[in-house]
Structure formats: C-alpha cells, structure tokens
C-alpha cells in the first residue's frame, strides 16, 4: 500500500483569476486572495453564477426564460421570475431615460443579423420589423410578475444590458466572500472592487480602429466602467459598417461614433447607458450624462476626436 503524504503548505496570498468564453463574449475574473485554493473556488462560483444568469436571460437558448418569453408574451402574459422581471423593469426605466434610444425590442430587427454569416435584414424586412421596436409594447405586470406583449413580433433581448448584470452579481459574489480587491469583466463591461492593492485600476479603451492600440487609460476604483464599441460585432459591405448596436427609431445600425464608455458605481447602468451614448451620438450623449451625476463618458467620434463628459478632465 502507498501512502500519500500531504504537507500542506503555508497559504500563499496573491492574485488568482481565469477566463472563459461565455455569453458570446469572454468573461474573466481576477481577485486577491490570503488563500489561493479559496480563491480559486471563488472565481469558479462567480463562472457559475454568469453561466446561470447566461441560462435564464440568453434569445440564442430555446429554452431560457427570455426565449420562452419571446414565443408566448404575445398571445398571454408569461411569468418573468423575480430576478428577470426586475432587469426588464430597470431597462424599461433605462428607455424612458433616454428617450427610447436604449430599448430592448430593437430585436424585432436586431434578430435578422448573423454576424459572423455577414447576413443582414434587407430594407423592407428593416421597415417593416423596426415598426414593432417600442419599450412600451412589454407590459411588465407587478401584481403578477408577468410580461406581455402588445403586439405580434415584438421580441426583447437583453445583449445591452445583461453583461453588466453578470459583473455586478460577479462581484456581490467576491464582496460575500470578504474580498476586497478584484475585478469582474464581461466583454466591454467590467466592475472593479477596491484598488489594485494601494494603486488604482488602469482600465484601458481601446483605439476604436486599431484592436491593438489603447486611445485613453482610466485609472479607478471601486468603480463599474462600459464601453459600447461598433468594432465588437460588424461586417463591412461596400462602404457601411454594420454593426450590433441598432437605432431604435430607424432600424439600422447607429453611425456617428465609434466608441461609447460610461463609468459610475453600478454596472447595471454603464452597459445600458454605454449602449445608449452610443446610439445618442456625442451631444445628446454628453448631455444625458451631464444630467446623471454618478456617471461620466468619454465618446470617440467617427473622426476619432475624443469627447468627455462634463465632470472629467481631458488630458493635457
Ligand atoms: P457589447 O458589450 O456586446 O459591445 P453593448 O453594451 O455595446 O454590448 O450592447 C450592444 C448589444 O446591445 C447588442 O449586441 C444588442 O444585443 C443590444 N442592442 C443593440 N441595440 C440596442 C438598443 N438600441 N437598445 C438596447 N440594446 C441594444
Ligand atoms: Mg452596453
């Protein structure tokens, strides 16, 4: 018989994380913790919870609660469950904020988009399907916790805002555990907690056209940070770049930026409001935030001209 002699050693502190693909995107996870094994629980519970979060509110799973949804609200209410009816009740806020720019029945027209096939709805699909984009044909139902559509066709999907959820939940997930120091990201979506042990975060946004390139550095703290880019999902044909973010009140993908970042304390709001600067363009954009005073925004321009919220500083 062998006998196995486990010395344990002396627990180490030191940064511990890991990245996977998930939500059609990458999620990753870094955290300092006094205990590498518990650290690397940790960071495999926070994958757990963006996989279930992924599992309830994904239009590309038959059978999530959103797809369910998307099938059914239009001939009866179908029950959301507390934690989706919530999200679709702080988007439905999110449109009115802004206007209708967010709005997360942009997929009547968003769903005849394949990337990756470099497919896209011809003019009179667009025409006709971005008539039934309007938050006000979800009715969202308190007394029951029930969703319904108004309208034949209407579809929701939440692309704009769940990523920001997944990094908040991710974090409640480190601040359970005691941890101080640590990041959650999900795409162009992140949510930092604490510092980087006694210096800040350096989050970079990156060169809207040059993927190797970072146009500005942000150091921060404790902070959420967003950004909306027409670099993350496009094809060009000819001279137009079609992209994932969709102008509610035409049906075609937003032009007048390349890039939108907002950053405040909850992640929630800088993905819905990143998306929303984007769709707003530079002005109207600058000016929503302007009234938010939790949040700021940096806006790349089609020239590339770099634009800051009125509570930043541009660099020297
Ligand atoms: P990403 O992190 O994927 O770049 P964004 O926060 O920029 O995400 O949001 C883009 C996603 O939001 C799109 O892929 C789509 O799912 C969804 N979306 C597109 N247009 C709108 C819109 N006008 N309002 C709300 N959501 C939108
Ligand atoms: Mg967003």
Redesign the pocket.
């Known amino acids: 018989m062998v006998a196995f002699f486990v010395i344990s050693m002396p627990a180490r502190a030191e940064w511990v994380g890991d990245a996977r693909p998930l939500m059609?995107?990458e999620v990753s996870v870094l955290l300092w913790h006094e205990d590498e094994t518990v650290g690397k629980e940790i960071v495999d519970e926070v994958f757990a919870e963006a996989s279930r979060i992924d599992r309830l509110m994904s239009t590309y799973k038959e059978d999530s609660r959103i797809s369910e949804i998307n099938r059914q609200a239009a001939t009866e209410p179908v029950v959301a469950g507390d934690e989706l009816f919530r999200l679709l009740q702080r988007?439905h806020d999110i449109?009115v904020l802004t206007r209708?720019?967010?709005?997360?029945t942009?997929?009547s027209v968003?769903q005849h988009y394949d990337f990756r096939n470099r497919q896209r709805p011809d003019d009179a699909t667009v025409a006709a399907e971005r008539e039934l984009?309007d938050f006000r044909f979800v009715e969202l139902d308190q007394a029951s916790g029930t969703v319904a559509f108004r309208e034949q066709g209407v579809r929701i999907?939440?692309?704009?805002?769940a990523?920001?959820y997944v990094v908040e939940r991710g974090v409640n997930v480190l601040r359970k555990h005691g941890v101080q120091n640590g990041i959650v990201t999900?795409?162009?979506?992140s949510r930092l907690l604490g510092d980087r042990r006694g210096q800040p975060w350096m989050v970079g946004i990156r060169d809207p056209r040059n993927e190797a390139e970072v146009a500005i550095s942000v150091p921060l703290e404790d902070e959420a940070i967003?950004?909306?880019?027409d670099y993350?999902?496009y094809f060009v044909e000819g001279d137009t770049r079609y992209h994932?973010?969709?102008?509610?009140s035409t049906g075609e993908p937003?032009g007048g930026v390349h890039s939108?970042t907002v950053f405040g304390p909850d992640a929630v709001i800088t993905?819905?409001l990143?998306?929303?600067v984007?769709?707003l363009g530079v002005d109207q954009g600058l000016r929503l935030i302007a009234t938010l005073p939790d949040y700021e925004s940096i806006v790349i321009d089609a020239q590339g001209r770099i634009f800051y919220s009125d509570g930043l500083q541009s660099p020297e």
Do not use: C, M, W
């Not at 209708?100 to 997360?104: L, R, Y």
């Not at 999900?186 to 979506?189: F, K, L, M, N």
């Not at 967003?226 to 880019?229: A, I, M």
């Open positions: 059609g995107t988007s449109s209708g720019a967010f709005d997360i942009y997929d968003g984009i999907n939440l692309g704009g805002i990523k920001g999900a795409g162009g979506d967003s950004t909306s880019g993350e999902r994932h973010i969709i102008q509610p937003a939108a993905d819905a990143s998306t929303s984007f769709v």
